[in-house]
């Protein structure tokens, strides 16, 4: 996973995003399948949970991601 840059002028949870969006289009998290959970992309980044989804939120506004009540946030096919 690639690496946030807490001093970029670019907000951290554009950051997360990119890197979201990168995994999505490299197909390491291809279509039909979830995201990483919030908590863990909240670990693993070291950053807040609401930052995360402000960061998947980015997505959804792309229409790559869709949120599941209960379930997860799982990519959308773009076919």
Do not use: C, N, W
């Not at 907000?11 to 990483?36: D, H, N, Y």
């Not at 950053?47 to 506004?61: F, M, P, S």
């Amino acid at each position: 996973m690639s690496e946030i840059d807490h001093h970029s002028a670019v907000p951290v949870f554009r950051q997360l995003a990119e890197i979201l969006r990168g995994m999505i289009t490299s197909g390491e998290v291809p279509p039909g399948k979830a995201l990483p959970s919030i908590p863990y992309l909240s670990q693993e980044y070291g950053i807040a949970d609401g930052t995360v989804k402000k960061a998947i939120q980015v997505l959804k506004d792309e229409g790559l991601v869709i949120g599941v009540p209960g379930k997860g946030t799982f990519v959308i096919d773009q076919s």
